[in-house]
């Protein structure tokens, strides 16, 4: 059986790597999710087609895993912090 401190420390080890690999698949994520409202509606102007917008397929896939790895991404840094 192993020790708790020397748990701790490899999970100490690990953490950064796995908040940099979590951190670069959650900026490709985002850069890859397209948006359909352009300039226009971010000042006002007419943009009814992107209200009633529904995700289906890959860009699904890709918005919900985003926010997984967001979350784990937080996790991660929460356990950083108190370890």
């Given amino acids: 059986m192993v020790d708790l401190p020397v ?3 490899t999970l100490k080890a690990i953490l ?3 908040e940099i690999i ?3 698949l959650l900026i490709a994520g985002i850069v890859l999710q397209q948006r359909g409202a352009g300039l226009g509606g971010a000042f006002g102007g007419d943009n009814f087609a992107s209200t009633f917008y529904k995700r289906r397929g890959a860009e699904k896939f890709l918005f919900q895993a985003s926010i997984v790895i967001a ?3 937080v996790i ?4 950083g912090f108190l370890i």
């Fill in 16 to 18: 950064p790597y796995a």
């Fill in 71 to 73: 979350v784990l991404f």
């Fill in 76 to 79: 991660t840094a929460v356990a």
């Fill in 7 to 9: 748990q701790m420390a």
């Fill in 22 to 24: 979590l951190s670069l």
